[in-house]
């Protein structure tokens, strides 16, 4: 299959079908030859990264837009143009090379559009570029909303989480201390001549200069190290381990905090993985099973305590509830498509339903740690600010970190170019 026109169909599910990138991507990539692959991935991140930008341009090269039955065509052009702005190859090729698509397509007929528009794109490069960036959606590729959101909550900080947000995520890796020191591992890769360099907040963390094959990694394969971004890597320590707990990972899959977990503590009592969709549950059971740590996991809504509670409570809980993944844009553009004004609300009622269904869970004096990967205050110290004011047995259990930035309860990680991704954080306690 002719890679553009994989990432063409991979487009359509995400745009037009209004699917994840998260699951079209990799139902349609296992077909490609592993040396496509990486292509593919690029012209796919890169068209939802830049889709509002491409289709300014698009604009201003069609007099008369496409219909609906067309939505592979136009998506085609923003395929086309990505290549010519942002990527190395050729014009001569990228404009050979998407003008094939059509043809894949069985619309011959419009490979003399196709053609068209992206040698007119060339000719008025410059002037259509600056046109375009007179407007701030195109200018930061951020629809207005969710500029206005970010500005609001971090008027100092709001242009470089822009463009924290359209640069690629960088590659980290948590070192598995049952197994391996972080020194030494670090050193094992500059042996093996793998730029990286060591995390500063994570004592696990090292991130590499360039994304790797996880199978290409020294010791993978055999539960050495994970990939897991340095904000995520905080949790654990956070939940204050300790021999003999009983803990509960609510909203568990992947499972990268699972099985931190366990490898930080293994002499845990008991520690339950929730989760409310299988095929991500089934991510954390494989997670477990590389890394040879033994875990109960369970197909459950957390929210549902009575269908699957067996009447024992935690003494730690850690509830990393489902958010807008505001913090997390990098690694899934689709967000700025798929994402809307209205579901900041709905996210926050659903985060507060969870920590109060949850909460009758924790034993006395136990810790639970409430995540999110977003930026937004409705979602973060908002949710917990109205828990503690409606909860008399919850305290605020202060983080002693010089991480991030402090707010009215708990730490805000911003994304950081190069660095971690965007996380918030706060830990409470049943007095």
Same mark, same amino acid.
């Given at each position: 299959?002719?890679?553009? !026109?994989? !990432? ?25 030859? @592993? ?66 698509? !059509? ?13 068209? +528009? ?5 000719? &008025? ?30 008027? &100092?900080?709001?242009? $470089? ?13 948590? +070192? %598995?201390?049952?197994? $391996? ?20 907040? $994570?004592?696990?963390?090292?991130? /590499? ?13 055999? #539960? ?30 992947? #499972? ?6 366990? @490898?930080? @503590?293994?002499?845990?009592? %008991? ?6 969709? &299988?095929?991500?549950?089934?991510? +954390? ?39 807008? !993944?505001? #913090? ?28 109060? %269904? /949850? ?20 979602? %973060?110290?908002?949710?917990?600010? #109205? ?29 950081? $170019? ?14």
């Amino acid at each position: 299959m002719n890679v553009r !026109a994989h !990432a063409l169909e991979v487009l359509h599910r995400v745009i037009v079908d209004r699917r994840s990138l998260a699951t079209a991507m990799p139902e349609k990539i296992s077909k490609l030859p @592993e040396s496509m692959r990486p292509l593919s991935r690029e012209l796919c991140y890169g068209v939802l990264r830049y889709y509002l930008p491409l289709t300014a341009i698009a604009k201003q090269l069609i007099s008369k837009p496409l219909s609906a039955k067309n939505a592979d065509l136009s998506l085609l052009i923003l395929l086309g143009l990505y290549q010519l702005i942002h990527m190395r190859i050729p014009d001569h090729a990228v404009v050979t090379e998407t003008v094939k698509v !059509a043809k894949e397509l069985n619309k011959t007929w419009a490979k003399g559009l196709i053609n068209g +528009v992206l040698r007119e794109f060339l000719r &008025q490069k410059e002037a259509i570029l600056a046109l375009v960036e007179q407007d701030i959606e195109s200018r930061t590729a951020h629809p207005h909303w969710l500029i206005s959101r970010l500005q609001d909550a971090w008027p &100092q900080d709001y242009l $470089s989480i822009l463009q924290a947000n359209n640069r690629p995520a960088p590659m980290t890796l948590r +070192v %598995n201390g049952r197994k $391996s020191d972080r020194r030494d591992y670090f050193k094992l890769l500059a042996r093996q001549h793998v730029d990286a360099s060591l995390c500063s907040l $994570s004592p696990r963390g090292i991130t /590499l200069g360039s994304a790797h094959d996880v199978e290409t990694l020294p010791g993978f394969q055999e #539960g050495t190290v994970s990939v897991q971004d340095e904000a995520s890597q905080l949790a654990a320590e956070l939940l204050e381990l300790e021999p003999g707990l009983k803990v509960l990972d609510a909203c568990a899959a992947p #499972g990268g905090k699972t099985c931190h977990i366990l @490898e930080e @503590e293994p002499a845990l009592r %008991n520690l339950l993985a929730l989760d409310n969709d &299988q095929k991500r549950l089934d991510m +954390v059971t494989d997670n477990l099973r590389r890394l040879e740590l033994q875990a109960q996991s369970l197909l459950a809504d957390a929210n549902d305590t009575a269908v699957w509670w067996d009447g024992t409570k935690f003494d730690r809980i850690l509830l990393d509830v489902p958010c807008s !993944a505001s #913090g997390v844009i990098r690694r899934h553009p689709d967000i700025k498509l798929l994402r809307t004004d209205e579901d900041i609300a709905k996210l926050a009622a659903r985060q507060l339903r969870l920590l109060t %269904n /949850l909460w009758p869970l924790l034993e006395k004096g136990g810790i639970l740690v409430y995540s999110t990967c977003s930026l937004f205050p409705d979602e %973060n110290w908002h949710v917990v600010t #109205g828990f503690l004011q409606q909860t008399p047995d919850a305290i605020d259990k202060p983080l002693a970190a010089d991480w991030g930035k402090a707010v009215d309860v708990g730490r805000q990680l911003l994304p950081q $170019s190069g660095g971690h991704d965007g996380f918030y954080y706060a830990r409470l306690q049943k007095v």
